[in-house]
C-alpha cells in the first residue's frame, strides 16, 4: 500500500488505517507511537511536492491492464513515439515496472545510467523531445533482479515522480506492471494532487485476458480514475504476403468490443499482430517509423490521434 513506511514490517496495516500503531504486527515498529497518535494520518507531504514538480507538465496518462503479457510496454513505447514524432511537443515516458523494466530494451536505450544535477536526477534522452525514465537505468545488468517489498516500490516511484527534472513536458506516459497493487496505488495517490488526465487500458481479445482486465477497470472506478478507453491488442494476424485475416486469440466472450459495450466505455481501436513490432521492440527501433505502411502501424496512428484528442478536450483536474 501507498501508506505503508518503507521501514514498516512486513503486515503493517498503513498508516491510515484504524489499526494503525495498534494491531500486533506494529509490535516493535519505530513508527508505532506516531500512528497510534495519528499523526500519520495527515496526507503525505510528497503528495504536495509532487503536484508542485508536475506543474510543468500538462498531460499525465497511465497505461494499464489487470493482465500481464498483453503488450503495455510496446504500447507505451509506441505512444511515446508517436506523440514525440510532433517536433514541437515534449514527451517523458516513465516506467514504474519495478521489478520486470523492458522500457530501456524497447526504447534502444540498454547500458544507459541517470545522472544528478543540482535539479534532481537527469531522464535519459531517445531524441531531444522524448525523455525516459525507469529502474532498468540504475541497475548495473539488465539481468539483475529487483527483490523489492511494496514500501521500497513506492518509495522509488515517489522519488521518480519527485526527484526526475522532467522539465516542460506535454505529455507524460506512465508505463506500469500488470495487478491492481502496489505500484498503481503509489501512482494514483501521488499524482492525486496533481491531476491525471485518465488511463488506457490494454487487453488481448481472449476471455483469460478480459476477466482481470474487467479488474482493472473496476480498480479505475474504485480509485477515480478517469478511463481514457480500451484497446485490444494482438486482435488479428494479417499475412504480410497474402493479407488475408486469421484469428490468432479468438475472442471467445465477443472481445474487447463487447466488454466496451457492457462496461460502456470507448474502445479506441484493435492492434492486428504482426512479427515486426516484437522484431523492433527487440531492436530498441520504433515500429511505427520502421514498417509505417502495415496494418498495425495505421491502427496504432489512428488510436493515438484518439488519445490526443481526448488529451485536447480534457484538462486534467
Same mark, same amino acid.
Given at each position: ?81 508517436? =506523440?514525440?514524432?510532433? +517536433?514541437?511537443? /515534449? $514527451?517523458?515516458? %516513465?516506467? #514504474? &515496472? ?62 521518480? =515522480?519527485?526527484?526526475? +527534472?522532467?522539465? /516542460? $513536458?506535454?505529455? %507524460?506516459? #506512465? &508505463? ?142
Amino acid at each position: 500500500m501507498a501508506d505503508v513506511p518503507s521501514d514498516a514490517p512486513e503486515h503493517c496495516p498503513g498508516t491510515s488505517s484504524e489499526q494503525a500503531g495498534k494491531s500486533s504486527a506494529c509490535q516493535g515498529c519505530p513508527n508505532q507511537n506516531i500512528c497510534a497518535s495519528g499523526a500519520a494520518k495527515a496526507p503525505d507531504p510528497a503528495i504536495e511536492e509532487i503536484r508542485q514538480k508536475m506543474t510543468s507538465v500538462k498531460h499525465k496518462i497511465l497505461v494499464l491492464s489487470g493482465k500481464g503479457g498483453v503488450g503495455k510496454s510496446t504500447f507505451s513505447a509506441h505512444l511515446s513515439h508517436a =506523440l514525440a514524432s510532433d +517536433d514541437s511537443k /515534449e $514527451v517523458a515516458l %516513465l516506467d #514504474v &515496472d519495478i521489478c520486470g523494466p523492458s522500457i530501456p530494451r524497447i526504447m534502444g536505450l540498454e547500458g544507459e545510467q541517470v545522472h544528478q544535477s543540482g535539479s534532481g536526477w537527469s531522464p535519459v534522452y531517445v531524441e531531444d523531445n522524448l525523455a525516459v525514465m525507469s529502474i532498468g537505468f540504475l541497475l548495473s545488468s539488465p539481468d539483475d533482479a529487483v527483490i523489492w517489498r511494496g514500501p521500497k516500490k513506492n518509495g522509488m516511484i515517489k522519488q521518480f =515522480l519527485r526527484d526526475v +527534472d522532467w522539465g /516542460e $513536458v506535454d505529455y %507524460l506516459i #506512465v &508505463d506500469t506492471p500488470p495487478g491492481t497493487s502496489d505500484e498503481h496505488l503509489s501512482i494514483v495517490q501521488y499524482l492525486s494532487g496533481a491531476g491525471i488526465d485518465g488511463a488506457v487500458i490494454i487487453t488481448t481479445p481472449q476471455e483469460v485476458s478480459l476477466q482481470d482486465v474487467r479488474k482493472e477497470i473496476r480498480f479505475c472506478k474504485k480509485v477515480k480514475l478517469p478511463i481514457i478507453g480500451v484497446i485490444e491488442n494482438m486482435s488479428s494476424f494479417v499475412c504480410p504476403k497474402c493479407k488475408n485475416t486469421s484469428q490468432i486469440f479468438p475472442p471467445t466472450t465477443g472481445g474487447a468490443q463487447r466488454m466496451c459495450e457492457e462496461l460502456n466505455l470507448p474502445l479506441l481501436g484493435r492492434v492486428p499482430l504482426d512479427p515486426r513490432i516484437g522484431k523492433s521492440c527487440d531492436e530498441g527501433k520504433s515500429f511505427l517509423t520502421e514498417v509505417p505502411e502495415s496494418p498495425a502501424a495505421v491502427a496504432y496512428q489512428s488510436i493515438v490521434q484518439k488519445i490526443r484528442d481526448y488529451c485536447s478536450s480534457h484538462s486534467a483536474s
